[in-house]
């Protein structure tokens, strides 16, 4: 089973960028989806981007479009987020999860059903 560890965050001002990185051990991303989720004070988790490991397909909340990209490094087992233009509604403890395609996608509608997040990264974007 894949284990994955969130790094990256940190405080910013608005506008700035930050790229959080996604580091899998125990098993390849190969063949899996890799999400990238967020959750803010007082809110539901929601979904933020998503990758598809076999062909590179690449999804995105509207929220993020055009700001956000996710992309992965084979060589080192690792997907990152490059966050530009941060906005204050940015702020958020942003998770990653791997996991095969049709549940990622599932996921993506139902946060709820998957217990096995990580510890996260915060990302504070300050106004």
């Known amino acids: 089973q894949v284990q994955l560890v969130e790094s990256g965050g940190g405080l910013v001002q608005a506008g700035g960028s930050l790229r959080l990185s996604c580091v899998a051990s125990?098993?390849?991303?190969?063949?899996?989806?890799i999400g990238w989720f967020r959750q803010a004070p007082g809110k539901e988790r929601e979904g933020v981007s998503g990758?598809?490991?076999?062909?590179?397909?690449?999804f995105y909340a509207d929220s993020v479009k055009g700001r956000f990209t996710t992309s992965r490094d084979n060589g080192k087992n690792t997907v990152y987020l490059q966050m530009n233009s941060l906005k204050p509604e940015d702020t958020a403890v942003y998770y990653c999860?791997?996991?095969?395609?049709?549940?990622?996608?599932?996921?993506?509608?139902?946060?709820?059903?998957?217990?096995?997040w990580g510890q996260g990264t915060q990302v504070t974007v300050s106004s």
């Open positions: 125990g098993s390849t991303l190969d063949y899996l989806g």
């Open positions: 990758l598809r490991s076999s062909d590179g397909t690449t």
């Open positions: 999860v791997a996991l095969p395609w049709d549940r990622l996608l599932r996921l993506w509608v139902f946060p709820n059903e998957y217990e096995n």
